[in-house]
């Protein structure tokens, strides 16, 4: 099985023909190893050969949250230093000898002591859910009265992070170097139709295909920078996923390909298939008349093939 590199690859083949089996268990933990990132137990295979100084990274993306808790949101992921800096370089703060780190919610400084910069008090009910109510004392802004004394263009921090991803474009497009800093770490969002989102939006309260894309985005802003050249691994990413969104997530994997990287997805959506420069499909069957290659090629050849149940659909497509 041969995987060309700088392109879109799908894996397809019915359910349980052996897709995620084989990379999951073999392909990623093996280039995980070859590229001394990790000596994880791997699947049996006889070999791995080809040009690994192509690639330096390899990354699984999933739709599971993005950040340990939750206080990582989208500003985090894509860098909320640049705005906590811009506070920081404010007269008032300058004055008050603030500096960046003031105006953040995960150290204490500048942040609401009582909530411990969550704007909320989770009190736990014993045999039931637990219950969110806002801060008493921030009323659920997060910081302490003099952090929000502190603006920037009329608004204070935790104003900054209740802006959504389209308005904060727009509040700090063309207004200095820290500035710009700030729109272009969060533009690849709102390119991949998550502008709505607001910039503090808590991590635990995003839908799977959100964090998904956030992940996405994070590569699209470190990457324009010093590319790394990564083969990204997707296992079905369209899932619950609606048209207009999968439309979405090919603009990001042509954009991640345009910077050098590489995609390898697992996927049954022929609207990605279709799109894909290469298939490996995988069956004929499931379970144990499953894990042989059916067909490796571009989707105008797939079609052409007998064996595929996948050549079938993508016909109807293409
Ligand atoms: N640990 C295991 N023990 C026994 N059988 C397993 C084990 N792991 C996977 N299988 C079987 O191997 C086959 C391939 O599973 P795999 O998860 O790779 O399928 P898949 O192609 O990713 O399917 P899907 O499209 O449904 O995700 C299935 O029949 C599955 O039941
Ligand atoms: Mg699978």
């Given at each position: 099985m041969g995987i060309p590199l700088n392109g879109l690859v799908c894996i397809s083949g019915v359910s349980g023909s052996g897709k995620s089996t084989l990379v999951k268990h073999i392909l990623y933990p093996a280039l995980l190893k070859a590229l001394g990132k990790s000596s994880n137990k791997t699947g049996d295979f006889d070999g791995l050969e080809g040009d690994l100084k192509r690639l330096a990274e390899v990354e699984?993306?999933?739709q599971n949250p993005i950040g340990r808790s939750s206080r990582s949101n989208p500003a985090t992921y894509v860098s909320f230093?640049?705005?906590?800096?811009?506070?920081?370089?404010?007269?008032?703060?300058?004055?008050?000898?603030?500096?960046?780190g003031?105006?953040?919610?995960?150290?204490?400084?500048?942040?609401?002591?009582?909530?411990?910069?969550?704007?909320?008090?989770?009190?736990?009910?014993?045999f039931?859910?637990?219950?969110?109510?806002?801060?008493?004392?921030?009323?659920?802004?997060?910081?302490?009265?003099?952090?929000?004394e502190v603006e920037y263009n009329g608004k204070n921090i935790s104003d900054v992070l209740k802006l959504s991803i389209d308005d904060a474009i727009e509040f700090f497009n063309g207004k200095g170097s820290m500035e710009q800093k700030i729109?272009?770490?969060?533009?690849?969002?709102?390119?991949?139709?998550?502008?709505?989102?607001?910039?503090?939006?808590?991590?635990?309260?995003?839908?799977?295909?959100?964090?998904?894309?956030?992940?996405?985005?994070s590569f699209l802003t470190i990457g324009q920078k010093n590319p790394t050249p990564t083969l990204f691994i997707f296992d079905e990413p369209t899932t619950g996923l609606h048209f207009h969104d999968i439309d979405k997530l090919i603009i990001g994997f042509n954009e991640?390909?345009?910077?050098?990287?590489?995609?390898?997805?697992?996927?049954?959506?022929?609207?990605?298939i279709k799109c894909?420069?290469?298939?490996?499909?995988?069956?004929?069957?499931?379970?144990?008349?499953?894990?042989?290659?059916?067909?490796?090629?571009?989707?105008e050849d797939l079609i052409k093939s007998k064996k595929s149940y996948t050549a079938k659909y993508l016909k109807e497509k293409l």
């Open positions: 699984m993306i999933d230093d640049f705005i906590r800096e811009l506070f920081a370089k404010q007269q008032l703060a300058k004055i008050r000898g603030l500096k960046a003031f105006f953040s919610y995960n150290v204490p400084g500048g942040r609401c002591e009582v909530c411990k910069g969550d704007g909320e008090i989770t009190i736990s009910m014993q039931m859910a637990d219950v969110q109510l806002q801060c008493e004392e921030c009323k659920g802004k997060r910081y302490t009265p003099e952090t929000l729109v272009e770490r969060i533009k690849p969002l709102a390119e991949l139709g998550l502008g709505y989102l607001t910039l503090g939006q808590s991590s635990s309260t995003l839908s799977g295909g959100e964090a998904q894309r956030i992940k996405l985005a991640l390909i345009k910077l050098g990287h590489s995609i390898l997805v697992i996927e049954h959506n022929v609207d990605v894909a420069d290469w298939i490996i499909d995988i069956g004929p069957e499931g379970g144990n008349d499953g894990g042989h290659i059916v067909f490796e090629g571009t989707p």
